[in-house]
Protein backbone atom coordinates (compact mmCIF):
# COMPACT_ATOMS: atom_id res chain seq x y z
CA UNK A 1 0.00 0.00 0.00
CA UNK A 2 1.53 3.46 -0.76
CA UNK A 3 0.33 5.14 1.61
CA UNK A 4 1.15 4.87 5.81
CA UNK A 5 -1.49 2.06 6.73
CA UNK A 6 -3.47 4.50 9.02
CA UNK A 7 -3.35 7.56 7.03
CA UNK A 8 -6.84 9.56 6.99
CA UNK A 9 -7.63 13.09 4.94
CA UNK A 10 -8.52 15.88 7.34
CA UNK A 11 -10.91 17.54 4.61
CA UNK A 12 -9.94 21.19 6.80
CA UNK A 13 -6.23 22.00 5.90
CA UNK A 14 -5.82 18.49 3.49
CA UNK A 15 -3.30 17.28 5.59
CA UNK A 16 -2.48 13.35 5.55
CA UNK A 17 -1.98 12.26 8.89
CA UNK A 18 -0.79 9.01 10.58
CA UNK A 19 -2.02 7.74 13.81
CA UNK A 20 1.69 6.44 14.14
CA UNK A 21 3.16 9.77 14.46
CA UNK A 22 6.91 9.48 14.95
CA UNK A 23 10.35 9.87 12.76
CA UNK A 24 9.76 6.96 10.89
CA UNK A 25 6.97 8.67 9.30
CA UNK A 26 8.90 11.92 8.22
CA UNK A 27 10.44 12.26 4.44
CA UNK A 28 13.71 10.61 4.38
CA UNK A 29 14.82 13.46 1.59
CA UNK A 30 13.78 16.84 3.41
CA UNK A 31 12.47 15.79 6.89
CA UNK A 32 8.88 17.45 6.26
CA UNK A 33 5.95 15.04 8.23
CA UNK A 34 3.29 16.61 7.17
CA UNK A 35 2.21 15.68 3.20
CA UNK A 36 -0.93 16.57 1.34
CA UNK A 37 -3.26 15.63 -1.23
CA UNK A 38 -1.29 16.82 -3.89
CA UNK A 39 2.30 15.85 -1.97
CA UNK A 40 1.40 12.98 0.26
CA UNK A 41 4.21 10.88 1.92
CA UNK A 42 4.69 7.49 -0.07
CA UNK A 43 6.20 4.59 1.56
CA UNK A 44 8.55 2.01 -0.40
CA UNK A 45 7.02 -1.05 0.08
CA UNK A 46 10.44 -3.13 -0.56
CA UNK A 47 12.10 -0.91 1.94
CA UNK A 48 9.37 0.70 3.57
CA UNK A 49 11.54 4.48 3.28
CA UNK A 50 8.86 7.52 3.40
CA UNK A 51 9.16 10.32 0.93
CA UNK A 52 7.17 12.93 -0.24
CA UNK A 53 5.56 12.23 -3.88
CA UNK A 54 7.49 15.78 -5.28
CA UNK A 55 10.78 14.85 -3.19
CA UNK A 56 11.27 11.86 -5.33
CA UNK A 57 9.61 12.84 -8.41
CA UNK A 58 6.55 10.88 -7.94
CA UNK A 59 3.99 12.08 -10.58
CA UNK A 60 1.29 9.72 -9.42
CA UNK A 61 0.60 8.22 -6.04
CA UNK A 62 -0.63 4.38 -7.01
CA UNK A 63 -4.32 4.05 -6.19
CA UNK A 64 -5.68 1.60 -4.08
CA UNK A 65 -3.72 -1.59 -2.82
CA UNK A 66 -1.28 -0.82 -5.97
CA UNK A 67 2.48 -0.94 -4.77
CA UNK A 68 5.15 1.94 -5.30
CA UNK A 69 8.89 0.82 -5.27
CA UNK A 70 11.51 3.40 -5.17
CA UNK A 71 14.08 3.20 -8.30
CA UNK A 72 16.84 1.20 -6.22
CA UNK A 73 13.93 -1.30 -4.82
CA UNK A 74 12.13 -1.43 -8.53
CA UNK A 75 15.78 -2.61 -9.77
CA UNK A 76 15.65 -5.37 -6.65
CA UNK A 77 18.90 -4.04 -5.31
CA UNK A 78 19.20 -5.07 -1.33
CA UNK A 79 19.52 -2.38 0.80
CA UNK A 80 23.22 -3.76 1.39
CA UNK A 81 24.26 -4.26 -1.80
CA UNK A 82 23.76 -0.43 -2.90
CA UNK A 83 26.25 1.01 -4.78
CA UNK A 84 26.24 4.42 -3.70
CA UNK A 85 28.35 6.90 -5.44
CA UNK A 86 27.62 10.01 -3.02
CA UNK A 87 28.79 8.40 0.03
CA UNK A 88 29.30 5.13 2.17
CA UNK A 89 25.37 5.20 3.61
CA UNK A 90 22.98 2.41 1.87
CA UNK A 91 20.19 3.80 3.16
CA UNK A 92 17.60 6.35 2.55
CA UNK A 93 16.09 7.45 -0.92
CA UNK A 94 18.06 6.61 -4.22
CA UNK A 95 17.79 7.72 -7.98
CA UNK A 96 19.52 5.62 -10.64
CA UNK A 97 22.71 7.91 -12.19
CA UNK A 98 23.86 7.05 -15.67
CA UNK A 99 26.92 5.26 -14.26
CA UNK A 100 25.58 1.66 -14.70
CA UNK A 101 24.64 -0.53 -11.28
CA UNK A 102 25.16 2.76 -9.40
CA UNK A 103 22.81 5.22 -7.18
CA UNK A 104 22.70 8.63 -5.58
CA UNK A 105 21.16 9.69 -3.15
CA UNK A 106 18.14 12.40 -3.48
CA UNK A 107 19.14 13.72 -0.38
CA UNK A 108 22.91 14.39 -1.58
CA UNK A 109 21.79 15.08 -5.22
CA UNK A 110 19.46 17.80 -3.96
CA UNK A 111 21.94 19.96 -1.94
CA UNK A 112 24.65 19.87 -4.54
CA UNK A 113 24.66 21.59 -7.99
CA UNK A 114 26.83 19.91 -9.93
CA UNK A 115 24.23 17.24 -10.37
CA UNK A 116 22.44 16.74 -13.43
CA UNK A 117 19.06 16.21 -11.80
CA UNK A 118 16.77 17.84 -15.34
CA UNK A 119 16.35 13.74 -16.60
CA UNK A 120 16.92 11.04 -15.32
CA UNK A 121 18.64 8.91 -14.63
CA UNK A 122 20.85 11.62 -13.10
CA UNK A 123 24.25 12.93 -14.75
CA UNK A 124 27.21 12.31 -12.39
CA UNK A 125 30.59 13.66 -13.64
CA UNK A 126 33.19 11.10 -12.66
CA UNK A 127 35.55 14.10 -12.20
CA UNK A 128 33.23 14.67 -9.03
CA UNK A 129 33.61 11.42 -7.05
CA UNK A 130 36.40 11.61 -4.66
CA UNK A 131 38.14 14.54 -5.62
CA UNK A 132 37.56 16.06 -2.38
CA UNK A 133 37.33 14.95 1.20
CA UNK A 134 34.69 15.43 3.82
CA UNK A 135 36.23 17.41 6.73
CA UNK A 136 33.65 15.37 9.02
CA UNK A 137 34.25 11.64 7.88
CA UNK A 138 37.84 12.12 6.56
CA UNK A 139 37.24 9.98 3.56
CA UNK A 140 37.33 11.14 -0.32
CA UNK A 141 34.85 8.68 -1.33
CA UNK A 142 31.80 10.15 -3.26
CA UNK A 143 30.79 13.05 -4.17
CA UNK A 144 31.19 15.82 -1.24
CA UNK A 145 29.47 19.83 -1.78
CA UNK A 146 31.51 23.04 -0.61
CA UNK A 147 29.90 24.92 2.01
CA UNK A 148 28.55 28.02 0.06
CA UNK A 149 29.56 30.92 2.91
CA UNK A 150 31.16 34.07 2.31
CA UNK A 151 32.12 36.62 3.97
CA UNK A 152 32.88 40.22 2.27
CA UNK A 153 36.09 41.16 3.56
CA UNK A 154 37.26 45.18 4.17
CA UNK A 155 39.17 45.44 0.82
CA UNK A 156 36.15 43.89 -1.14
CA UNK A 157 37.27 40.72 -1.07
CA UNK A 158 35.49 37.93 -1.04
CA UNK A 159 36.68 35.14 1.29
CA UNK A 160 34.92 31.43 0.90
CA UNK A 161 34.60 28.30 2.86
CA UNK A 162 37.02 25.68 2.40
CA UNK A 163 35.12 23.26 3.99
CA UNK A 164 33.55 19.88 1.57
CA UNK A 165 31.44 17.52 2.98
CA UNK A 166 29.09 14.41 2.46
CA UNK A 167 25.35 15.82 2.90
CA UNK A 168 24.84 12.60 4.51
CA UNK A 169 27.35 13.21 7.08
CA UNK A 170 26.60 16.66 7.80
CA UNK A 171 22.87 15.58 8.49
CA UNK A 172 24.39 13.09 10.93
CA UNK A 173 26.21 15.77 12.54
CA UNK A 174 23.53 17.49 12.92
CA UNK A 175 25.36 20.64 11.28
CA UNK A 176 22.59 20.50 8.29
CA UNK A 177 19.12 19.80 9.79
CA UNK A 178 16.23 18.98 7.67
CA UNK A 179 13.69 20.84 8.26
CA UNK A 180 10.70 19.96 5.44
CA UNK A 181 11.32 21.72 1.73
CA UNK A 182 14.26 23.69 3.33
CA UNK A 183 17.28 23.05 5.10
CA UNK A 184 19.07 24.95 7.70
CA UNK A 185 23.22 24.65 9.18
CA UNK A 186 25.53 25.08 11.55
CA UNK A 187 28.54 26.18 11.85
CA UNK A 188 28.60 28.51 9.58
CA UNK A 189 28.02 26.20 6.48
CA UNK A 190 25.97 27.26 3.89
CA UNK A 191 24.57 25.48 1.25
CA UNK A 192 21.54 25.69 -0.84
CA UNK A 193 19.17 23.15 -2.45
CA UNK A 194 19.04 22.92 -6.00
CA UNK A 195 15.97 21.13 -7.60
Not at 10 to 28: F, Y
Not at 30 to 59: L, M, R, T, W
Not at 156 to 170: E, L, M, P, Q
Amino acid sequence: MPLSPESSVDSTNEEVNSSDESDESSCVICGGEDGSKKNAIVFCDGCDIPVHQKCYGIDVVPPGNQKWFCQRCADKIPVDQTIPICCDKTEGAFKRTDIPGSYIHVLCAKWNPSIDKSKEPWSVSSLLQESQECYLCEKSSGICTQCNYSKTLENGSIRKCKRWFHVTCAVDAEILVLNGNQGSSKLGLIIAATT
